[in-house]
């Protein structure tokens, strides 16, 4: 009697029997064996009520509320979006025209790397009288703007109201106030609404 | 447009193209299905419809994702599956009564909530015997744990095979053959009195 035929039946002996599979060793097993082919008869069992259990359906209202919150592709811009994107990959002209402008690039960033490698006085020069000039017209616009300020009708009142330092610090917290209250209310209407459904995941 | 005997990819291909006829189709092919094996995880009709409604959403909206090698029915079940266990882990509402939902506050909710078992056979005596034995099996299916209960519920309730399942479940082939062969065990010895 071999080893195996001395031991009762493995659960995948049981799967392979119940579909109706069996090996050979196992069938000379349970051929011997009672507590095995009780075993087999009431899994037998078992898997027949399971098999034989109904399907429940949903409501009626059941498609139309999936397909009310299901958002289908619009089928002339999805035609449309393929045909170009097609076009544009199939076209031996928009190839060529693609490849072409990519080695324009190319040699354009090339060339102008070595230039910048060969010529860097002549660009420190160049970007020094550049910053010099940015630096005077920002200055330039800087004061034109103050003195425009303080030619205007309503600086002298302005500058009263907030001449005291309690005055500045009213003004600073009733403007502070008003910011946090516009953040708040932001907030509150950009809240998005409770879920009714659990979250599910993929 | 019918689909007849189109196969789910082909359907899908066409839901892909905006057709919203494909879209309901796939929905009828799944509907009854994916509602059963919810139904029967959270045991209340409700909930079920509502978990239901949520996997056909998440599968829909993101049909461009599916891939077609992958059998349709195994991706759906899977997000069914996840978003079932999903609920329960969070609700641990597995030991629920065939009478209805533990949530349900009143009879009328108590009755809409509750397992409406059918049987085959329309003779009145025989409807009374399936009502009672399906009770009992569903009673003790309801028992299981949840991981078993899914398990057992896509093998031999609907049919799918282990391989199958491994892959819906993100778990090792083995390990659903054990809690398959486990929830069996359980619901034989919790069936034995039937047999006597």
């Known amino acids: 009697m071999s080893r195996r035929h001395q031991h009762h039946l493995t659960p995948d002996d049981l799967d392979a029997a119940l579909e109706q599979s069996t090996g050979p060793q196992a069938s000379q097993h349970l051929e011997s064996c009672q507590a095995c082919q009780d075993l087999l008869e009431a899994e037998r069992e078992l898997v027949g009520l399971l098999n034989g259990m109904p399907r429940f359906s949903p409501s009626e209202k059941f498609v139309d509320a ?3 919150r299901v958002a289908i592709p619009d089928p002339f811009a999805l035609r449309a979006f393929r045909n170009i994107r097609s076009r544009l990959a199939m076209s031996r002209r928009s190839l060529a025209f693609a490849t072409s402008f990519a080695v324009v690039l190319a040699v354009a960033m090339g060339g102008s790397i070595v230039w910048t490698l060969a010529n860097q006085d002549v660009l420190a020069a160049i970007g020094s009288s550049v910053a010099g000039e940015a630096v005077h017209w920002f200055w330039l616009g800087l004061q034109t703007l103050a003195s425009n300020l303080v030619e205007q009708p309503w600086y002298e009142d302005a500058r009263a109201a907030i001449g005291s330092p309690t005055r500045l610090a009213l003004f600073s917290g009733m403007a502070s106030l008003l910011y946090l209250s516009g953040v708040l209310a932001l907030k509150r209407l950009l809240a998005l609404p409770a879920q009714r459904a659990a979250h599910v995941q993929i | 447009m019918t689909y007849g005997d189109a196969t789910d990819q082909q359907v899908v291909l066409d839901a892909r193209q905006g057709r919203e006829v494909a879209y309901r189709e796939l929905i009828r092919r799944y509907e ?7 139904y029967r995880m959270v045991r209340d009709r409700e909930l079920a419809e509502d978990l239901s409604q949520e996997t056909f959403v998440k599968a829909l ?17 899977k997000i069914a599956n996840n978003a079932t266990i999903d609920h329960l882990r969070r609700r641990e509402l597995n030991t629920l009564s065939i009478e209805g939902s533990p949530h349900a506050r009143t009879p009328d909710a108590m009755e809409a909530t509750a ?9 009145p005596l025989a409807y009374v015997e399936a009502q009672e034995l399906g009770g009992i099996i569903e009673e003790a299916i309801s028992h299981l744990r949840p991981e078993y209960r899914s398990c ?27 809690y398959i062969h486990r929830a069996r065990n359980e619901l034989r010895k919790s069936l034995s009195h039937l047999r006597e």
Not at chain 2, 61 to 77: C, M, V
């Open chain 1, 66 to 68: 999936v397909m009310a």
């Open chain 2, 152 to 178: 057992i519920l896509l093998r031999h309730v609907e049919g799918r095979p282990y391989e199958e399942i491994a892959e819906m479940m993100d778990l090792p082939l083995g390990t659903v053959k054990t």
């Open chain 2, 115 to 123: 397992l409406q078992i059918s049987g085959r056979d329309p003779g």
């Open chain 2, 61 to 77: 909206n993101a049909i461009d994702s599916y891939r077609p090698e992958y059998k349709f029915s195994s991706w759906i079940f």
């Open chain 2, 32 to 38: 009854r299905p994916i509602f059963s094996l919810i």
